[in-house]
């Protein structure tokens, strides 16, 4: 009987695994990008061993049909993203937060314990850009609408240890939304 344990396991995990070939893409939160030829949308892989996996955002060309997909590592998960166009300052690009990086390298993979980022990206889908580091934990952020900055608090992970604690080292960070670079302090 012993002997047959392993070998049921075994079949076990290969039936669940084989049931993967089922999953199927779901589109959501479909939203036209003012100034920009291009829809965007939500793209969540959904099947029958996990309600869904493996965020991505769509980008849509209207008028060639043209798709850029931007997709994030396979258990990210994209918290929100929003459209910010400012066009005294040229700027129109969308603002995601979500966690992408598995900071405490546990084998849950990325989990609430790791770090929110910040991206920014171009509203055609072409141009990704990290604006936080991997170890900062972006708390709160906003744009000033006369100077097109995004201030973001958080705080870095000093001591390495994969969550907020009182060594931690709390930050304010300001980035130009038109060159996607840190405003020096």
Partial sequence: ???????LCMLLCASAYGQDKYNYNTFNKLTPLA?????IASVESVGKMMASHGDALLFINTRTGEQ?????PADASIHRWEHVKMDSLGINLILLTGRTV????NK???DW???IQIIAVSTDGKQKTQLTEDKFFAA???IHPRTGAIVITGYYDSNNNGRYDKT????ILVFDLRTLKRVKV
């Avoid at 850029?68 to 994030?72: H, K, Q, Y």
């Fill in 68 to 72: 850029n997909r931007v997709d994030l």
């Fill in 1 to 7: 009987m012993k002997s047959l344990l392993p070998l």
């Fill in 168 to 171: 931690d080292k709390d930050e």
């Fill in 108 to 110: 849950k993979g990325i």
């Fill in 102 to 105: 598995n900071l405490d390298n």
């Fill in 35 to 39: 100034g920009s030829d291009y829809v």
């Fill in 140 to 142: 709160q952020w906003t």
């Fill in 113 to 115: 314990n790791d770090p």
